[in-house]
């Protein structure tokens, strides 16, 4: 079966499956069952003790389905193992309540939902939670105070694009024995690997890009075994596994992501250098352009340069959503990493909740508009930005 490291990215997971279909099905079933029956109680006995690797209940991540899933999952961040998940914040949490009990530090900018957890309840159960600026890497150090400790962090970041080092940052955490998390959503597996740079656990929310269709929640974990073994017990206590039919539908998906992201990539980049020169637009941050500050060390750390960008208008809070309203082939939504592209304002979406002097602080302006950019043709896209900044 070509699932093994002499075979590239897209020949792996066309490929990806678990057993020969007897009727010479390319693809698996999807098994829906929630229990397993066994020849005899020894059979059973040699699973539950952990003697044979076996099926037998769904709940704890054993079905044929899932665990296809996760084998697909894993060779795509060239892991030794992953874990499936219901959505991204279960995969996150979970990550965190498994391996950030001593001390989590973040650095950079994190997903509302990621730092909502940590502020609202890993701090309330007693989890000491420090919070760094990405230039702030000269006080990561201090702040990793015993060993067994976390350092979380996500590159790009949204919506400044921003990027980390991180081959500097699983340097810095190991030589303080901790571990290494990075929530690789806005990248993908495809443009970037974090656990070849040495990153420990890398975390997806499937929602996005993995699934690439708007229509699935999931998260996904890609890491070691041995410390794959401690989330799968809080996934299967916290009871956070998605469903079968749900994780053939990410496998479904999974089979096109390097496809699907070359041309996010390409599209993306044609978008860039189009808005980089608009008279109405101030910034273009998006990594794949020369200019972007991340450029280099981007360049560096990553296969392409993904399909997310932000353009800054040089306009109020009130025109630049005006601009987001007039587009007429982006959709005005939240979410990202989907066939279609999606735009919005991140002072009236993902930040909304937080206060404008916390909003200058992580550089996001009311002028800036975030886009997802999908797989239509990109001078449809570029037209559909031309019409609306124009104003008619
Ligand atoms: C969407 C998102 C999440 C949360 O994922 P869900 O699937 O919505 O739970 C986490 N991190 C990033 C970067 C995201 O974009």
Known sequence: MPTDHKYGNATRIIHN??????????????????????ADTEALLDVIEGREDGY?????????????????LAALESAGAALAFASGMAAISATLLAHGRKGIVCMG??????????????????IPVTFLRAHELDQLDAALVEPGMLVFCETPANPTLAILDIHDLARRAHSRGALLAVDNTFASP?????????????LHSATKYLGGHSDLTAGALMTSEPLAKQVAAWRKNLGQLL?????ALLSRSLRTLPARIRQHNENALALAKAMETHPAVNRVLY?????????????????????????ELAASRKQTAAVADRLKVF??????????????????????????????????????????VGLEDASDLINDLEQALSGH
């Not at 352009?289 to 981007?298: C, N, Q, S, V």
Request: charged letters at 15%; a neutral charge.
């Open 17 to 38: 499956r678990r057993h020969q279909d007897p009727f010479g099905s390319p693809y698996s079933p999807v098994y829906n069952t929630t229990t397993y029956r066994f």
């Open 56 to 72: 037998l209940y769904t709940r704890w991540g054993t079905n044929p389905t899932i665990r296809e899933l996760e084998q697909g």
């Open 109 to 126: 900018d994190l997903y509302g939902g990621t730092q909502n957890l940590l502020v609202n309840h890993c701090q309330p159960l007693g």
């Open 190 to 202: 495809i443009n970037q690997r974090p656990l070849e740079l040495g990153a420990d656990l890398v």
């Open 243 to 247: 469903s079968p039919e749900t994780a």
């Open 287 to 311: 990594p794949g352009l020369e200019t972007f500050p991340g450029h280099a060390l981007a360049a560096r750390q990553m296969a392409g340069f993904g399909g997310m960008l932000t353009i």
């Open 331 to 372: 959709l005005l939504a939240t979410s990202l990493g989907g066939v279609e592209s999606l735009v919005s304002q991140p002072c009236a979406t993902s930040h909304h909740g937080i206060s404008p002097q916390e909003r200058a602080r992580q550089g996001i302006t009311d002028g800036m508009l975030r886009l997802s």
